[in-house]
């Protein structure tokens, strides 16, 4: 089975006091995807770390396949309430928003998985789309 | 010197073979600010270990900005294979990027030390961060 996607950043900032001397900073970067592999895992974390694996992944594709990952190059994360996401090697990871989106690069091979942990006390919703091949 | 801005992530994927059992996968988040205080850092970095330093950042006035509450940051490098951006006083997070690609965390309110680790290959970075203050 194959996909087709996209990761889209966009991040834009501009004074909005006088005409002549604006200073403007931003970041964007559009990724389409075309070939690979992506997975996603969704749950619960609470008060322990969940540690989500890439081969085998809990995913089924549109055929019905379990989806398992080799390599990833970047993954999305949403949560909830604030949470980490990081490399099971700990040599990346990202802190996410409440009820937002972050991404993040990672180190693409000799890794077996993601580790979601929470920041507060009490549980969080997450979902962790990884693409990669 | 007031602000305006966005910080936007839209992430879809969807299986392109098939028509009948087509699944699609998304997260997408955007946020508006319209207070706070924004930097940019970016350079050209070679293979040594590099701390960026945002300290003389002026906004369109002319005065120099300083951050205090850091909440969001977004991270890209040019190399085409993944290097590390690393919060180095309080690990609050470890960014990869690689040709472009964006990484965006949220910062947990202190002003963080910013290390580029050591690479294989020089390139150039961009960092954006903001802070509600």
Redesign the interface.
Known sequence: ??????????????????TN???V?????A?A?STGT?A?ASGVVGTSAVSVLIDPTTYR???GNVVSLTYVN?I???CSA?CTV?ESS????????A??????????GGIDGFVVGPLGSGTATY?L?M?GS | ??????????????????TA???V?S???S?G?TSGQ???ITGTAGTAATTLTFTDYR????AVVSLVNTRKL???WSGST?R?LNESGTT?????????????????GTQPVLQLMAHDTTGTY?V?I?ADD
């Open positions: 089975m194959s996909v087709e996607g996209r990761i889209s950043v966009d991040v834009l900032f501009h004074d909005k006091d006088g001397a604006i200073n900073v931003s970041l964007q970067n990724t995807i992506v996603v594709d549109a055929s970047q999305v994360f949403e604030e990081e700990g040599r990346a990871w990202t802190r996410c928003p009820n937002g989106v972050s991404v993040l690069g990672t180190e693409q979902t789309v693409y | 010197m007031s602000i305006d801005g966005r910080i936007t992530v839209d992430a879809l994927f969807h299986d392109k073979s098939g059992r087509l699944k996968l997260l997408e988040s946020n600010y924004v930097v940019r906004d369109a006035s002319g977004a991270y890209s993944p590390k609050d997070f470890r960014l990869m990027s690689k040709s472009g690609e964006a990484a965006v965390t949220n910062l947990d961009t954006i903001w």
